[in-house]
């Protein structure tokens, strides 16, 4: 009985040894090394908007990404995109559902860029890596984490950059923005959501370097209308009623609300009016060429969505990141920035 039990009890521990050493023996010797590699991967996509027209645009350039990497690698992509709607309780739910999922790396562009408690909570239970992008969580929620990413561009540099367009318009042709020939442009600002980082930092930035390139700059009034064409084309609706004649320049923090100013421009019959924005969205660019823009700060979106992709994958597959890629401070990347003026 005893030497039964015993004999009993060893089996299965003898199997499963045996079938350790044999899986050791395989994988060690005989299999080449990626082989162990998972074969597919799975990524979660949560975005704060899925109507914003920037977004839309990385979208795009993210899932065309991820379909030449399958191509390359032949590793399967399970990319699964969901819009939040403006909702960060919808946000967080999403980011639930990913890691029920076994998403093996999260790519946020978070609603409330000063919440991402909750996300970061939840990822690093399960210790799944995120990529936040566009909207910067605070440096303390960054800092929680080594496994916390953040890919956007750098809103001073948009900023000086815009600024750029207006001056050398003015130096060049004083008379395209100074319509009334008396030294002054005056011009109006049409802001994006104010909790956020690109509208805060690039309206100073355009301003103050305005200032300090000794462009005469005089402000008539400016507003919130949220990164959206229809809330920026009432906005500037108004403001025409209100200073007839009278607005010279329109400063955007990005296309669409330019676009939305150029509609009520158009709407009200006014001309001449100067508009800038920031994006390099794909109607920006048009609105550029068309002549309709004075000109506009255009990102890279395709390197805004490879760097991502790759962050993404690298995690995803358990690999260490590009060394290339520089990241500041090991987790901050900046996509390039370029401006577009009609040729
Ligand atoms: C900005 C972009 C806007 C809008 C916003 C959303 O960087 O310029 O067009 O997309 O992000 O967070």
């Known amino acids: 009985m005893k030497k039964m039990m015993g004999s009993q009890m060893l089996k299965p521990f003898g199997r499963a040894t045996l079938c350790l050493f044999a899986a050791v023996f395989l994988t060690g010797c005989s299999q080449p090394e990626a082989s162990r590699e998972k074969t597919s991967i799975r990524i979660g996509v949560s975005l704060y908007r899925g109507d914003d027209v920037f977004i839309n645009n990385i979208r795009s350039e993210l899932e065309r990404e991820a379909k030449a990497y399958e191509r390359e690698t032949g590793i399967k992509v399970n990319l699964d995109i969901q819009d939040a709607k403006g909702s960060q309780n919808t946000q967080n739910s999403q980011v639930e559902r990913f890691i029920s999922l076994g998403c093996d790396a999260l790519c946020i562009n978070p609603v409330d860029r000063m919440d991402a408690s909750s996300i970061i909570d939840q ?138 100013a150029i509609d009520a421009i158009d709407r009200e019959g006014a001309s001449g009016i100067g508009v800038v924005g920031i994006d390099g969205v794909e109607s920006g660019l048009e609105a550029v060429q068309e002549g309709r823009m004075l000109g506009t700060v ?46």
Request: net charge negative.
């Open 298 to 343: 255009s990102s890279n979106k395709e390197q805004y969505a490879r760097v991502m992709f790759s962050i993404l994958a690298d995690k995803a597959m358990g690999r260490e990141l590009d060394p290339e890629l520089e990241l500041e401070h090991g987790k901050y990347y900046r996509c390039p920035q370029s401006v577009i003026e009609k040729e």
């Open 123 to 260: 990822a690093m239970t399960a210790r799944v890596p995120v990529v936040f992008f566009n909207r910067q969580p605070v440096e303390e929620d960054m800092n929680r984490w080594d496994q916390l990413y953040y890919l956007g561009v750098d809103p001073k540099e948009s900023g000086i950059l815009q600024a750029g367009i207006v001056e050398k318009c003015y130096k060049e042709t004083p008379e395209r923005l100074d319509l009334n020939g008396d030294g002054v442009i005056n011009y109006v600002l049409l802001e994006g959501e104010s909790s956020h980082q690109d509208a805060l930092i690039r309206t100073e930035w355009s301003i103050q370097t305005l200032k300090d390139r000794g462009v005469p700059i005089e402000k008539l009034t400016g507003g919130i209308a949220n990164w959206e064409r229809s809330q920026a084309s009432a906005l500037m609706e108004q403001w025409l009623k209100k200073y007839p004649g009278e607005i010279e320049l329109v400063i955007c923090n990005n296309d669409d609300m330019a676009l939305g």
